[in-house]
């Protein structure tokens, strides 16, 4: 059968102030009927570039050469986007080829039912009145998945969860019966278990509707799950394109090779996690905690006469002196709250938080003050966690003038520059602006930051949830030889149970703001107890596709017997 | 872009001029909006030089009435000795429009650094500490919004100088009641930029790392939010001279024996015009147009290129990650292109 989309040399580049700049350079590249090929890369490597070309979805500055030819399903009609005309463009949209956006909540309109959304698409492209219309919306609800569609087709956006929005995008993408869909990270800005499930749908759309998905995403356990076929790009170009078992089982290009190798793994840190127990000195479980809460409590105070809003209820938890305790929960679990907490930047409702020997709750800034210079804090977002307007290097000398060890940033740049060592950036770093370093280099001058007044507690709030895969596997090993010297007891806070456990001593789980489970990584990752861990550990896709699909088998029983 | 960047970027800076406001935007400009920026700043190149040289380019005093010669006399059409004429009141035309931007540039100065000072400092602390502060500051602000500003600039005028018309009296007069208008503008855009960086990530992390109040908001919150204070300085100037001018076209101005001001002279040539003698308006009301045509431009266009697109684009190719890959001889080729 006829390819449905064969892009053959495609280039785009982009026109900026700082000259014509190539996103996507010689790309030859082709989609099977009713297969699933992922595009897979890191940040900047075009791979969204390359997919947006197939609906015509460049933004005006770019240029496009080469062909793009896309084929509709029944093989009759076939035009190069690249050429086509707006019309023409307008026609294909939606009935040869769909898009499944990477943000369900901003991709559907908020002040319309998601019925008449769906049904602007049938509209579009043929004559439906009004019953026959809402009729094929309402069994395209149900095909994927949502329940009782007759009546939630004249719901709206917002009276869906996160997961239910990302079906009704789907269920819109398929409603023409495309013969391809384009899903730009379809389950990045989802949790693990909803994630599960979406891909699950994914799949569907293939055995089922028969439609090909171009898979985009930088996920390589999602590839291995649900891919057929897997294309790696770097900087614009096609490094390498395979079947899905023989790139996963045999890379040939080194990229690809290192690209696998930086995935973190479940099971790779207990060993790391054995020998530091180990190495603890007779009697450290019996020293005194650097945190320790009891049925911690915090609440964010509801607004216009809402109820409060309880994101934390009942933890209890400790951190013992030279000990990383692993966070893990899906959002709005009340992780991040718990950090922030620690750190003194949310309030504590009930219970109590003991940290450094400060109890937190009702505490003044005066008193806290000085425990602050033993308290290191990572941000999630190395962007946005630096003052633009100041060096790398007066940015980490910040702690030290503030806590009077320097006069100012040119007095402190010795010890600046041992830190900057010790997160192995070179000193002439120190000099330049944070725009001007890269996401992972950005998140390790934060780590100097965030030791530089040698702290006894250390808060990671995600620290690599923002950062590609090699990147985040180079953070995380800094992250361990620095604890490893200079032994800090830590908060690790992460979505991700590979990486938590890649680090962690203990691993606490949390989910809806109560404490599920807790233990080392043995116990938690090894034999959860709780059926919400073994849950979450099951929907957790792993980068090795046969692997995977014994997991999958797994997870359908366990949601089998959850239902 | 993605040229042997295989490291970081190199660190190669312009030279510091042009990250200079105006010069950097000026570089980034391209095509009409150009056009617009560069006529806007002769204009307004024009409008400073001839107040600063105004000693020299003037061919007589503002006050003057006479020269060796004799007296000028009332009215004269241009001639050799008076270019453009002389006005009702015996004065030269031409040397009253030059020393009259002197009069406009200062009550600019004065006006705009005051509510500057003013407006920035009362909005950082409104947008940092919110509160009861922050909501009685912002409901003065709107009452002085509701207020026509020519009104109360009147008013001030009236209280500052009271009803005398020296040089500075007037220029203080006309600037400070100018700069009671302009405070609430700059109190909401610095309140609102604050109230934003407020919430951004580096803040927090000056928080925990325990810095006081006044560090934060002075080293970490104040250097973020005056990024549009330009463009509103350049438009409140062109609006203080037209302030300036009606004020002093409603006779709350300065006596010409102080110093030269537009909006006086045209008051004065009201009936210079039934009577066909056109030299007497003309000439103040277009240096007017022309200073406030050239600040506005220069402030429109200043807005339209801080366009959150356009800077980002000036903002260069995003660095480039060390991935520690050897990639193949081949595709380094490729990308040196």
């Not at chain 1, 997919?51 to 509709?72: D, N, Q």
């Not at chain 1, 997961?163 to 019966?177: E, F, N, P, T």
């Not at chain 2, 190149?45 to 000693?55: G, M």
Request: aromatic share 6%.
């Amino acid at each position: 059968m006829k390819d449905v989309v064969e892009i053959t040399d495609l280039a785009v580049s982009f026109a900026t102030d700082a000259g014509q700049v190539q996103a996507v350079d010689g790309v030859t590249l082709s989609v099977h009927p009713g297969e699933v090929l992922a595009v897979v890369g890191e940040s900047g490597s075009g791979k969204t570039v390359t997919a947006k070309t197939i609906l015509g979805l460049l933004p005006e500055t770019a240029r496009v050469r080469g062909a793009v030819v896309l084929s509709s399903k029944d093989g009759t009609t076939e035009g190069d986007v690249a050429q086509m005309s707006a019309a023409r463009l307008r026609q294909v949209r939606g009935r040869d080829a769909a898009m499944v956006f990477q943000e369900p909540s901003t991709a559907l309109n908020p002040v319309y039912p998601v019925g008449w959304q769906i049904i602007e698409g049938l509209r579009a492209h043929g004559r439906y009145t009004r019953a026959e219309a809402r009729a094929e919306a309402i069994d395209v609800l149900r095909r994927v998945g949502i329940p009782d569609p007759e009546e939630r087709i004249d719901h709206y956006p917002h009276q869906f969860s996160g997961g239910q929005k990302q079906r009704i995008v789907i269920a819109q993408a398929l409603v023409l019966d495309p013969g391809v869909i384009v899903a730009d990270e379809p389950t990045t800005a989802l949790d693990v278990t909803v994630q599960a499930e979406i891909l699950d749908l994914l799949r569907r759309c293939r055995d089922e509707f028969g439609a090909a998905v171009v898979l985009i995403t930088h996920n390589m356990g999602v590839v291995a799950d649900l891919a057929d076929r897997v294309a790696v790009m770097y900087q614009g170009k096609l490094v390498e394109q395979a079947d899905v078992r023989t790139l996963f089982s045999a890379p040939k290009e080194p990229y690809t090779q290192q690209l696998l190798a930086a995935v973190p793994r479940i099971g790779e840190g207990l060993a790391r996690a054995h020998e530091r127990a180990a190495r603890r000195p007779e009697g450290w479980e019996e020293q005194a905690p650097v945190v320790r809460a009891r049925d911690l409590r915090i609440v964010y105070p509801g607004r216009f006469r809402q109820p409060d809003f309880v994101a934390v209820d009942g933890v209890s938890l400790s951190i013992r002196p030279g000990e990383v305790l692993g966070l893990v929960g899906e959002s709005g679990s009340g992780k991040t709250t718990i950090g922030r907490a620690m750190a003194g930047l949310t309030r504590v409702a009930g219970g109590s938080l003991e940290v450094l020997g400060v109890e937190l709750r009702g505490v003044r800034e005066r008193t806290f003050r000085p425990v602050r210079s033993k308290i290191g804090f990572v941000f999630q977002d190395p962007a946005t966690s630096f003052n633009p307007l100041l060096t790398i290097a007066e940015c980490v000398a910040e702690p030290l003038v503030v806590h009077g060890r320097a006069e100012n940033a040119a007095d402190a740049r010795g010890r600046v520059d041992e830190l900057l060592e010790a997160v192995q950036l070179p000193r002439a770093f120190g000099a330049r602006f944070p725009h001007e370093l890269s996401g992972g280099q950005r998140q390790r001058a934060s780590l100097a930051r965030a030791l530089a007044l040698d702290p006894e507690l250390l808060i990671a709030d995600e620290p690599t949830s923002a950062l590609d895969v090699s990147v985040q596997a180079r953070v995380l090993d800094l992250f361990d030889e620095l604890h490893r010297e200079l032994e800090f007891a830590a908060l690790f806070i992460s979505h991700d149970l590979a990486v938590v456990d890649m680090l962690a001593d203990r691993i606490a789980v949390l989910h809806r703001g109560r404490l599920v489970e807790e233990g080392t990584g043995d116990q938690v990752l090894g034999s959860p107890r709780e059926p919400y861990t073994q849950r979450l550990l099951a929907s957790l896709p792993v980068p090795d596709p046969v692997e995977q699909a014994e997991r999958r088998a797994q997870w359908q029983r366990l949601r089998g017997a959850g239902a | 872009m993605a040229d042997a960047t295989e490291l970081a970027p190199p660190t190669v800076r312009r030279s510091w001029w042009t990250r200079l406001p105006v010069v950097s935007q000026l570089r980034q400009s391209i095509g009409l909006q150009r056009g617009m920026l560069i006529a806007g700043l002769v204009l307004a190149a024009i409008f400073v030089l001839a107040a600063v040289f105004a000693p020299l380019l003037a061919p007589y005093g503002y006050s003057q009435l006479r020269d060796a010669a004799g007296t000028f006399g009332a009215q004269q059409p241009p001639s050799a000795e008076h270019l453009l004429g002389t006005t009702v009141g015996g004065y030269d035309v031409l040397s009253r429009v030059i020393w009259g931007s002197r009069t406009a540039l200062l009550v600019i100065v004065v006006a705009v650094t005051a509510s500057i000072l003013v407006g920035v400092l009362l909005g950082l602390i409104s947008g940092y500490f919110g509160g009861w502060l922050d909501r009685v500051l912002v409901m003065i602000a709107d009452a002085i919004y509701a207020f026509p500003s020519l009104l109360l600039a009147i008013v001030l005028a009236i209280v500052i100088s009271g009803g005398q018309s020296s040089m500075w009296g007037g220029i203080f007069a006309a600037a400070l009641s100018i700069t009671v208008i302009f405070i609430p503008q700059y109190l909401r855009v610095t309140r609102s930029e604050v109230i934003r960086i407020k919430s951004e990530a580096f803040v927090e992390s000056a928080r925990v790392i325990g810095a006081g109040h006044v560090r934060i908001m002075s080293r970490h919150v104040l250097r973020n939010s005056t990024r549009t204070l330009p463009l509103i300085l350049t438009l409140n100037a062109s609006e203080a001279i037209l302030t300036l001018a009606g004020l002093g076209f409603l006779g709350f101005g300065i006596e010409p024996t102080a110093a030269a001001e537009w909006g006086y002279d045209l008051n004065k040539s009201l009936s210079d015009v039934t009577a066909g003698i056109w030299w007497t308006s003309i000439f103040p009301g277009l240096a007017i147009v022309l200073v406030v045509l050239g600040l506005t431009l220069v402030g429109e266009s200043l807005n339209d290129l801080a366009d959150p697109r356009l800077r980002k684009r000036a903002a260069g190719p995003e660095p480039v990650e060390d991935l520690g890959v050897e990639l193949p001889a081949g595709q380094q080729e490729g990308e040196q292109r």
